[in-house]
């Protein structure tokens, strides 16, 4: 049996501070055995195809810095996965544009931010990561209410899976022939005032899998309260 936390949606620099020291004050104590970072870890703002506020120039290189302070954060694990999110994708997309650097290793997303380096393995955008019978990824469809984009993710996966994206926690139940499985939506883990949107449905959070030797998974959803609480195991982690 081996415990796994998956975070996703830190959006690095516009990650929750307060939410994400809680919750790495609480893996710290929780140490588990892996750590999947699902996807939009970090934003690259700065090569976003969006309109961008021109007072903010926060750089790939603050965003480099931020995420290799994170992953120094999970070195007690013993298997370390980072799972790309169509925001670590923007990296492709614009040497795509710009081809006359698109071959340089050095700028292939793994490099740049020295993800080997820091003990993890990085999947581009779309690779999923299996905990027994679990299918972690990024994810790629939104719907309009919490546990439908999981159900959307089920019914093109025909499988049990976690995503993120949606920055939302939600779960959707479903038992056929092959037995019950389970669709999970993550939460997220930046700040709940983006420039993009007015009052998102959005709700921080993160989960804790629980895997079997046979495959056999449990998903636990932990919910960030008012951006200072989280309960696990009958303990109460608060800022």
């Known amino acids: 049996m081996k415990l796994w936390a998956i975070l996703n949606d830190l959006q690095i620099p516009f990650q929750d501070p307060q939410v994400l020291g809680l919750v790495l004050r609480f893996l710290d104590d929780l140490k588990p055995y892996g750590i999947i970072l699902n996807g939009d870890v970090v934003d690259c703002y700065a090569i976003s195809d969006y309109d961008k506020d021109p007072l903010k120039k926060p750089g790939l290189q603050r965003e480099v810095q931020g995420a290799a302070a994170l992953m120094e954060r999970f070195k007690y694990a013993k298997e370390r996965i980072w799972l790309g999110g169509n925001h670590e994708d923007r990296l492709r997309r614009y040497l795509w544009k710009n081809p006359e ?50 159900r959307a993710h089920f019914d093109r996966m025909g499988t049990s899976v976690l995503i993120g994206h949606t920055h939302r ?29 007015q009052n998102p449905d959005w709700q ?16 636990i959803q932990i919910p960030i309260l008012h951006r200072r609480i989280l309960f696990y195991g009958g303990e109460r982690y608060e800022i």
Not at 120 to 135: A, N
Not at 171 to 197: F, I, M, S
Not at 207 to 218: A, I, R, W
Request: one cysteine or more; hydrophobic letters at 40%.
């Open 204 to 219: 921080q959070g993160m989960s804790v899998v629980t895997v079997m030797d046979n495959g056999f998974f449990n998903v």
């Open 101 to 150: 650097f698109a071959d340089l290793e050095a700028l292939t997303f793994s490099s740049l931010f020295r993800v080997k380096e820091h003990g993890f393995t990085y999947y581009p955008y779309g690779k999923h990561w299996m905990l027994g019978k679990l299918l972690v990824t990024h994810g790629f469809m939104v719907r309009a209410h919490s546990g439908i984009s999981a």
């Open 169 to 197: 926690l939600g779960v959707y139940y479903k038992t056929n022939v092959r037995g019950q499985h389970a669709a999970y939506e993550n939460g997220c883990l930046c700040r709940l005032d983006p420039e993009y949107v």
